[in-house]
């Protein structure tokens, strides 16, 4: 029987910066455990996801309010293999199970942040340069260094609420958090090892650009060690007492 995550109090530690590679050492032994069924729940949830965000005005809003929810699943198949229990397709649904409308709550306070942030930016520019970015033309070397002032600025506001993100999804699902208290515990557990995770974020961005030059089938490999390298840098930073076999 595992340990009931919900009731144990949550420890947030700073962890060296090396660390960041440990975690994806650590999210590949987690794939490797069975890399099939890692790579099946993948393909059903792009299966699900894609022709959701496709459907036109609410598809892309219903996408963002349900990725939580299968990000918390994910989790739960992580866990399950860190207890050499088995990885099934349903671990995929296991959000929908348990916590659901605060794992939902995640997406739309997500979703409404970015909003607001993009409408700071369109807010911020001149009607003739929106008209021909609505267009599709090209703007002026005036115009463009215009247009740099306020995307630099929501760049900034974008990297709080990113980090507010990683691990609400995770803290929700796995702690039985509420949407706020989830987002908080996040964003302090990324501000507090800002500098491992600029590290981690960097190799992976290497890692994907290495993966989209076959064809982008090394996507397949990649896509689920960044989630399973999640789950690995949650059980170092949040002082988790698991271990990857």
Request: charged share 10%.
């Amino acid at each position: 029987m595992t340990e009931d995550l919900s009731i144990k109090p949550l420890e947030i530690r700073q962890v060296p910066v090396g660390n960041a590679w440990a975690w994806i050492v650590s999210g590949f032994k987690l794939f490797k455990a069975n890399p099939v069924m890692w790579i099946i729940i993948l393909l059903i949830y792009l299966a699900i996801i894609i022709p959701i965000s496709l459907v036109p005005v609410i598809g892309s809003v219903v996408s963002t309010l349900l990725a939580p929810v299968f990000a918390a699943g994910m989790m739960w198949g992580c866990r399950a293999l860190t207890h050499q229990q088995d990885l099934e397709i349903n671990h995929l649904f296991e959000g929908f199970k348990k916590n659901t409308s605060q794992l939902i709550a995640i997406g739309g306070i997500y979703m409404m942040s970015l909003l607001v942030i993009a409408v700071f930016v369109v807010l911020s520019l001149d009607k003739e340069t929106m008209d021909l970015i609505v267009k599709g033309q090209e703007l002026s070397p005036e115009q463009a260094s215009v247009m740099m002032l306020p995307i630099l600025i929501a760049m900034l506001f974008v990297m709080p609420i990113l980090m507010a993100y990683w691990y609400a999804p995770l803290l929700s699902g796995l702690h039985n958090l509420s949407a706020v208290e989830a987002m908080k515990l996040s964003f302090v557990a990324c501000l507090k090892n800002m500098v491992p995770f600029l590290l981690y974020g960097f190799i992976f961005m290497v890692l994907l650009i290495v993966a989209i030059i076959p064809f982008g089938l090394g996507l397949i490999l990649v896509v689920p060690v960044m989630m399973t390298s999640l789950y690995t840098s949650y059980v170092d930073v949040f002082n988790i007492n698991e271990s990857v076999n």
